[in-house]
C-alpha cells in the first residue's frame, strides 16, 4: 500500500496510519461476504475497497458515517462490518426534497427494514438544505467517495464539509475519494467534467477546520488524460458514449481519483 503521511507529529493520526499496515480480517471478511450485488464486487479491483478504508483507519465499533451511498457498492461493505460493535449512518437526501429523494429513500428503507444485515444502518439527512449527517461530535469517521464535484456544481460545499467537521468527535477522521483534475489548468468551480484538484478539494477541508494527514495513490490511473468528450463519465462504469471507442475506453478502466485523509483536531 502506497501512502503519504505529510503530519508526521501528528499524534491522532499515526495511530490509524500504522494501523493500516495490518489486514483487517473483519473487513476482508464483509468485503468477501456472499450477500453483496454481484455486479458491484465486480468493481473491487477498480475500487480495492479493503485497503482504502484500512487507509482511512476503519475499526468495526467505529460510528461511521457515509455520504451519499447511491447504488449501495460501500454500504454492503460497511453495514455488516459494523452490525456487531459500531454504528453506520447512511446520509441522503430528506425524503420530502423531491420525487427522486423519495423514492431513494423508500428503497434504503425497506432494505433495512427487511434485511438482517442492514438492521442497524441509521438513515440521516444531506441535501435539499439540510446537513444533519449525524448528532454532533458523535461520529468517529465520515467517508465520502467521489461526490465533491456534486457539490461544487450545486454549490453547497463548504456546507457540506462544515456538517463534516460538526458530526466528527474531536480526533474523528473524514476520508475523501474523488475524480482527480490536472494540476495544470485552472479548478472549474462547478467541476463540470466530474475532475476535482487536489489542492481545491483540501483547501475545502481545510477551510471547514479539518487538518490534512495524508493521500493514498492506490486508485491512481495515468492512463486517465482527463480531456473526455462527456467528461470522466465517458469512463467506465458510466461509459455515456455508449459503444462509440467502447473498448478503448473500457481498455482505459475507472478514472485516476486520489484518495485523501483529513482529522478533526
Do not use: C
Request: glycine share 8%; net charge neutral; charged share 25%.
Amino acid at each position: 500500500m502506497r501512502f503519504i503521511n505529510v503530519i508526521a507529529g501528528l499524534a491522532l493520526a499515526a495511530a490509524p496510519l500504522s494501523g493500516a499496515l495490518a489486514k483487517d480480517e473483519a473487513l476482508a471478511k464483509a468485503v468477501a461476504s456472499p450477500h453483496r450485488t454481484s455486479t458491484l464486487v465486480e468493481r473491487d479491483k477498480a475500487r480495492k475497497p479493503q485497503e482504502e478504508l484500512e487507509f482511512f483507519g476503519i475499526r468495526p465499533n467505529m460510528t461511521v458515517v457515509e455520504i451519499a451511498p447511491g447504488g449501495g457498492y460501500w454500504t454492503e461493505i460497511l453495514a455488516p462490518y459494523l452490525h456487531d460493535k459500531g454504528t453506520l449512518y447512511i446520509a441522503i437526501a430528506p425524503r420530502a426534497a423531491s420525487e427522486r429523494a423519495a423514492t431513494q429513500y423508500d428503497n434504503w428503507k425497506k432494505k433495512i427494514d427487511e434485511n438482517a444485515i442492514y438492521g442497524k444502518v441509521k438513515i440521516s439527512e444531506l441535501g435539499g438544505g439540510s446537513y444533519n449527517i449525524a448528532p454532533e461530535g458523535s461520529a468517529d469517521m465520515v467517508v465520502t467517495f467521489r461526490n465533491v464535484h456534486n457539490w461544487m456544481g450545486q454549490g453547497t460545499a463548504d456546507q457540506v464539509f462544515a456538517s463534516f467537521f460538526k458530526a466528527l468527535k474531536s480526533g474523528g477522521v473524514l476520508g475523501v475519494e474523488e475524480h482527480r483534475a490536472s494540476n495544470d489548468k485552472p479548478q472549474d468551480p462547478k467541476a463540470q467534467n466530474g475532475y476535482v484538484r487536489e489542492d481545491y478539494t483540501i483547501a475545502l477541508a481545510e477551510k471547514a477546520g479539518f487538518k490534512y494527514v495524508g493521500k493514498s495513490e492506490i486508485l491512481a490511473n495515468p492512463k486517465d488524460t482527463k480531456d473526455w468528450a462527456r467528461g470522466v463519465w465517458t469512463l467506465p462504469p458510466t461509459l455515456a458514449l455508449g459503444d462509440q471507442d467502447r473498448e478503448k475506453y473500457i481498455a482505459i478502466g475507472e478514472a485516476d481519483n486520489f484518495v485523501l485523509k483529513f482529522v478533526k483536531p
